[in-house]
């Protein structure tokens, strides 16, 4: 049984519409994250949540990008106007808990941006 | 600033071989070290961690890795390589911080010849 599971799996979208990817952990955990992979290129941090909060953001994260916990559960990555270089695979992780960052990834969702 | 350097792209062994993936990192304090595994179009999987202690850690599916400070190198061993260890791996190091956010390297492809 996954640790975390994402929806969807695959979402394909035109260039300029809003897209809202969605993580569900199993654990009631406090530690969530987003990182994404360009097809062929590292795994990049987006941004950490922590207690219904940013932690910390990266330079990715710019103002196209918005998380939440709408309703302390499912934990949502919104991307406002996507770009075609928004095309990746998102990764939802969890944490453990504080001082132990053992990340748990869920499967991914590959956004593809035409 | 934290980085992480896996210097081959890629390393082709025959099946039964022994393996040793490379992995240098940059980091200013004590790092979380960390070894993910990733098979084509699947998430990361956790195969090991390092935080404090033995320097040589355990992990699944028989891999094992060796922290050492001197040489700031988090390397990624198996003695005999299963053609079902084909995947790509990356090394990351986390922050003990605000964010916990992990830092990873570009990956490793390994193939495994039958």
């Known amino acids: 049984e996954p640790e975390v599971t994402q929806t969807p799996s695959h979402q394909v979208t035109q260039m300029g519409q809003e897209v809202i990817l969605r993580c569900v952990p199993i654990?009631?955990?406090?530690?969530f994250y987003w990182y994404r992979q360009i097809l062929g290129q590292k795994v990049e941090f987006l941004v950490s949540f922590y207690n219904n909060e940013i932690s910390e953001k990266s330079e990715i994260f710019d103002d196209q990008f918005s998380v939440e916990r709408p309703d302390g559960s499912n934990f949502t990555l919104k991307i406002r106007s996507t770009k075609l270089e928004d095309s990746a695979m998102y990764f939802c992780?969890?944490?453990?808990?504080?001082?132990?960052?053992?990340?748990?990834f869920g499967p991914g969702t590959r956004l593809t941006v035409l | 600033a934290q980085s992480v350097t896996q210097p081959d792209i890629h390393i082709t062994v025959s099946e039964g071989a022994s393996l040793e993936l490379r992995c240098n990192y940059s980091y200013g304090a004590t790092p979380y070290l960390f070894w993910y595994v990733q098979s084509p179009g699947q998430g990361l999987q956790l195969l090991l961690k390092y935080f404090s202690g033995d320097t040589l850690v355990q992990g699944i599916k028989g891999f094992e890795a060796e922290f050492k400070r001197s040489q700031s190198s988090f390397n990624l061993r198996k003695p005999s390589v299963h053609w079902s260890d084909a995947a790509e791996y990356f090394c990351?190091?986390?922050?003990?911080?605000?964010?916990?956010?992990?830092?990873f390297g570009s990956g490793t492809r390994l193939l495994v010849r039958p």
């Open positions: 654990s009631n955990h406090l530690y």
């Open positions: 990351a190091v986390g922050r003990m911080d605000s964010s916990y956010k992990l830092i």
């Open positions: 992780a969890r944490d453990t808990g504080p001082g132990y960052n053992e990340q748990f």
